[in-house]
Protein backbone atom coordinates (compact mmCIF):
# COMPACT_ATOMS: atom_id res chain seq x y z
CA UNK A 1 0.00 0.00 0.00
CA UNK A 2 1.51 3.49 -0.84
CA UNK A 3 0.47 6.97 1.33
CA UNK A 4 0.39 10.06 -0.22
CA UNK A 5 1.41 13.58 0.97
CA UNK A 6 0.83 16.59 -1.12
CA UNK A 7 2.88 20.18 -0.36
CA UNK A 8 3.35 23.05 -2.51
CA UNK A 9 -0.52 24.68 -2.68
CA UNK A 10 -1.03 28.09 -1.77
CA UNK A 11 -2.08 31.40 -3.25
CA UNK A 12 -1.15 32.63 -6.59
CA UNK A 13 -1.86 35.85 -8.64
CA UNK A 14 -3.12 35.18 -12.06
CA UNK A 15 -0.74 34.20 -14.44
CA UNK A 16 1.44 33.33 -11.68
CA UNK A 17 2.88 29.59 -11.45
CA UNK A 18 3.16 26.68 -8.59
CA UNK A 19 4.66 23.90 -8.33
CA UNK A 20 3.41 20.68 -6.61
CA UNK A 21 4.72 17.60 -4.92
CA UNK A 22 3.45 14.42 -3.96
CA UNK A 23 5.97 12.14 -2.15
CA UNK A 24 4.93 8.66 -1.75
CA UNK A 25 5.84 6.40 1.30
CA UNK A 26 5.80 2.61 0.88
CA UNK A 27 7.63 0.21 -1.51
CA UNK A 28 7.52 -0.24 -5.26
CA UNK A 29 6.85 2.84 -6.25
CA UNK A 30 8.11 2.46 -9.93
CA UNK A 31 5.05 0.01 -10.08
CA UNK A 32 2.38 2.75 -9.65
CA UNK A 33 0.63 5.06 -12.60
CA UNK A 34 0.55 8.58 -10.73
CA UNK A 35 -1.43 11.12 -11.25
CA UNK A 36 -2.90 14.93 -10.49
CA UNK A 37 -7.02 15.26 -10.09
CA UNK A 38 -8.57 18.21 -8.88
CA UNK A 39 -12.29 19.23 -7.22
CA UNK A 40 -13.52 22.41 -6.51
CA UNK A 41 -16.27 22.84 -3.46
CA UNK A 42 -19.48 20.79 -4.75
CA UNK A 43 -18.15 19.41 -8.16
CA UNK A 44 -16.64 16.31 -9.57
CA UNK A 45 -13.30 15.53 -8.80
CA UNK A 46 -11.63 15.62 -12.23
CA UNK A 47 -8.16 14.47 -13.86
CA UNK A 48 -5.38 17.32 -14.52
CA UNK A 49 -2.88 14.42 -15.53
CA UNK A 50 -1.60 11.19 -15.55
CA UNK A 51 2.09 9.40 -16.13
CA UNK A 52 2.99 5.81 -16.83
CA UNK A 53 5.42 4.35 -14.72
CA UNK A 54 8.56 5.32 -16.36
CA UNK A 55 7.51 8.74 -16.67
CA UNK A 56 7.46 8.65 -20.44
CA UNK A 57 3.89 8.58 -21.08
CA UNK A 58 1.31 11.68 -19.64
CA UNK A 59 -1.81 12.01 -20.53
CA UNK A 60 -2.91 15.79 -20.27
CA UNK A 61 -6.69 16.50 -19.90
CA UNK A 62 -7.03 20.00 -22.30
CA UNK A 63 -6.86 22.42 -20.13
CA UNK A 64 -3.97 21.84 -18.46
CA UNK A 65 -1.91 21.18 -21.98
CA UNK A 66 0.74 23.47 -22.37
CA UNK A 67 0.45 24.98 -18.81
CA UNK A 68 0.92 22.09 -16.76
CA UNK A 69 3.76 19.70 -16.69
CA UNK A 70 4.00 16.38 -14.78
CA UNK A 71 6.90 14.87 -13.45
CA UNK A 72 8.22 11.78 -11.87
CA UNK A 73 11.30 11.22 -9.63
CA UNK A 74 11.14 7.29 -9.05
CA UNK A 75 14.60 7.46 -6.88
CA UNK A 76 12.90 10.29 -5.08
CA UNK A 77 9.39 8.72 -4.63
CA UNK A 78 7.84 12.25 -6.05
CA UNK A 79 5.83 13.46 -8.44
CA UNK A 80 5.60 17.16 -9.34
CA UNK A 81 3.03 19.14 -11.12
CA UNK A 82 4.13 22.26 -12.42
CA UNK A 83 1.32 24.99 -12.91
CA UNK A 84 2.04 27.84 -15.24
CA UNK A 85 -0.21 30.57 -16.55
CA UNK A 86 -2.63 30.08 -14.05
CA UNK A 87 -6.13 31.46 -14.10
CA UNK A 88 -8.65 32.18 -11.62
CA UNK A 89 -10.56 28.84 -13.04
CA UNK A 90 -7.81 26.41 -11.88
CA UNK A 91 -8.65 27.47 -7.93
CA UNK A 92 -9.31 23.86 -6.77
CA UNK A 93 -8.18 21.69 -4.29
CA UNK A 94 -5.67 19.41 -5.76
CA UNK A 95 -4.90 15.17 -5.32
CA UNK A 96 -2.00 13.33 -5.84
CA UNK A 97 -2.99 9.71 -6.72
CA UNK A 98 -1.52 6.03 -7.46
CA UNK A 99 -2.60 3.18 -9.32
CA UNK A 100 -0.80 0.05 -9.69
CA UNK A 101 -0.72 -0.72 -13.37
CA UNK A 102 -2.18 -4.14 -12.97
CA UNK A 103 -5.00 -2.56 -10.90
CA UNK A 104 -7.90 -0.41 -10.75
CA UNK A 105 -7.90 0.93 -7.19
CA UNK A 106 -6.39 4.47 -6.77
CA UNK A 107 -4.87 5.42 -3.72
CA UNK A 108 -5.12 9.49 -2.70
CA UNK A 109 -3.43 12.01 -1.00
CA UNK A 110 -5.41 14.47 0.84
CA UNK A 111 -4.67 17.15 -1.34
CA UNK A 112 -3.91 20.89 -1.45
CA UNK A 113 -5.40 23.72 -1.93
CA UNK A 114 -4.71 26.31 -4.74
CA UNK A 115 -6.42 29.24 -5.06
CA UNK A 116 -5.61 31.66 -7.87
CA UNK A 117 -6.97 35.69 -7.16
CA UNK A 118 -5.31 39.02 -7.23
Known amino acids: QVQLVESGGGLVQPGGSLRLSCAAS????????MGWYRQAPGKQREQVVT????????NYVDFGKGRFTINRDNAKKTVYLQMDSLEPKDTDVYYC???????????WGQGTQVPVSS
Open 51 to 58: TSTSGGVT
Open 97 to 107: TARPQDSSKNY
Open 26 to 33: GNNFRIYV
